[in-house]
């Protein structure tokens, strides 16, 4: 019997154990899945629930539930890898050695990394929307919220969905619009980044659509502390800005068992081969998602093409074949605007984003980087598909890699 | 792409002024290009340019955070010697690419 174990059951880790599970023979394969969450989130849902549109209901399901039969859950926290032996020790004492190990424990939000941000006014007038908690706990605060400054603003680079805030803001003043008091509510969009997004024809489209809604946004902003007596952000080279409710992005980190196994960087996510996921010196070793430090989107839609070519590759070595495919970076996200409308963006390490039609070339029937209600329709229609295809590692029709077809190059 | 003359020597600079050979830097062409900038180098800047240098061409990818915790400065340090976009700034003086986010 051959072991192939997995840490993590969120998007990355669900995905593959539902391909592998099926691909492999069963009586030669047993797989593992180690995950210290029995619920499995819909993270990309959590974003609406702050504005009243998803509920608790709408994102939550048992991961248990999402992982085929013959697969063992085991609901436990890893402790250490060691990966010269291809053992996992989990904090409970138990081991587990493998042939194969698949690491996808995601990224978590440390609102501890800076101070202030769990001060006084934590969950009272300071907030974040990264976990259900959070979201929901938000949706309350909105709720009472009729004037004044909303500041939405972000820590460090890299973190989970870097289109979130944006869309964050772009609601937000939707909602304020259809509460009837948006000219009682300024909103700041404050970014350590020098524009609204990384990639510069987003960036140019995304502060236009920012500006059309009145959000200011103050770039260039690194945040050293969240001020709770005068409630005001302060930035490293002491800049200000004040607010009367505050929604943060905070630092985002990997696994604390990446840290304590010394396999990690600074903020504990894994270097690996960008194009293979593949540790080096541990062949036998991926890192699927957002547990890997790779130059693109900590998304689920990366974690879903990089799992459709981690899969083939994995089926290739287990044969004693060389791996063939690569993995080029490739990422998708829809970016909801308000007033029904969204725009999607479609790029890779190589390509930022573009405008065209996606996926089909010169149909659609989204439109990339335009606002249309299709676009839309789509990010609504994501939570079905994630549910009963992604997650179940269910092929979609989209291509894992990028194309250039139906896509328009401008400068 | 240009070339640009400073401190006696000739360097290829990029449209932002960024040099595209690292290969090409001095520390009497850091020295002019701060001037440039308004800043006069100390030990201290100088300090964070070799730095980043070293883990720039070691091919590792910097950040902000990671240069706050080379042990050389500190955050706040870091904003001070090079006010505005420090990472940026010192990318430029070290003779280095322009760092880039990816998202």
Request: aromatic fraction near 10%; charged fraction near 25%.
């Amino acid at each position: 019997m051959k072991n192939i174990l997995i840490l993590g059951a969120g998007t990355a880790g669900s995905m593959m154990a539902n391909k592998l599970f099926r691909a492999l023979d069963k009586k030669e394969w047993k797989i593992t899945v180690v995950d210290p969450s029995s619920t499995h989130y819909y993270q990309p849902g959590f974003l609406f629930i702050p504005f009243g549109k998803y509920s608790k209901e709408d994102v939550i399901k048992p991961a248990a539930q999402l992982i085929p039969k013959g697969v063992e859950f085991i609901s436990a926290e890893v402790q250490l890898l060691q990966a010269a032996e291809n053992k996992v020790i989990l904090t409970d004492g138990r081991s587990f050695a493998y042939d194969y190990l698949i690491i996808a424990t995601g990224a978590r939000i440390a609102p501890e990394e800076t101070p202030g941000i769990l001060g006084p006014l934590w969950q009272k007038d300071v907030f974040e929307f990264y976990t259900l908690e959070g979201a929901l706990a938000l949706a309350e605060r909105l709720k009472n919220f009729n004037a004044g400054k909303l500041v939405v603003s972000i820590v460090d680079m890299p973190f989970k969905c870097p289109v979130a805030p944006i869309e964050f803001v772009c609601l937000a003043d939707d909602y304020f619009k259809r509460r009837g008091i948006r000219e009682k509510v300024e909103i700041f969009y404050v970014t350590p980044l020098s524009g609204a997004f990384t990639k510069p024809i987003a960036a140019k489209m995304l502060s236009q659509v920012m500006q059309e809604r009145n959000i200011q946004i103050i770039s260039d902003f690194y945040i050293e502390r969240v001020d709770n007596e005068n409630k005001k952000l302060v930035s490293y080279d002491e800049r200000e800005v004040p607010f009367d409710l505050l929604t943060i992005v905070p630092l985002n980190k990997g696994a604390d068992f990446v840290g304590r196994s010394g396999i990690g960087d600074e903020l504990n996510f894994i270097p690996v081969d960008k194009h293979t996921l593949q540790m080096s010196h541990y062949p036998n070793v991926f890192v699927l998602g957002d547990a890997a430090a790779i130059p693109t989107s900590k998304a689920g839609s990366v974690a879903h093409f990089a799992g459709e070519i981690l899969f083939e590759n994995i089926m290739h070595i287990i044969q004693g074949e060389t791996p063939k495919e690569k993995f080029d970076g490739h990422s998708n996200c829809y970016i909801e605007v308000g007033g029904g409308k969204a725009s999607l963006i479609d790029f890779n390490y190589d390509t930022e984003p573009l405008p065209g039609t996606y996926p089909v070339p010169g149909v659609g029937p989204f439109k990339l980087l335009s606002l249309t209600r299709i676009n839309h329709w789509g990010k609504l229609a994501f939570r079905w598909i994630y549910w009963n295809l992604l997650v179940k590692g269910r092929t979609l029709p989209v291509s894992a890699h990028m194309s250039m077809k139906g896509k328009k190059i401008i400068s | 792409m240009a070339e640009k003359v400073i401190a006696g020597r000739t360097i290829q600079v990029n449209d932002e002024g960024y040099m595209t050979n690292p290969s090409e830097w001095t520390r009497e062409i850091a020295a002019e290009m701060a001037k440039e900038e308004g800043i006069t180098l100390t030990d201290k800047h100088y300090a964070v340019l070799e730095y980043i240098r070293e883990k720039a061409l070691a091919g590792e990818t910097l950040t902000i955070r990671k240069i706050g915790s080379s042990g050389i400065v500190d955050l706040k340090e870091f904003y001070q010697l090079f006010p505005g976009g420090p990472l940026k700034l010192a990318s430029k003086l070290a003779g280095i690419p322009k760092p880039t986010s990816c998202v």
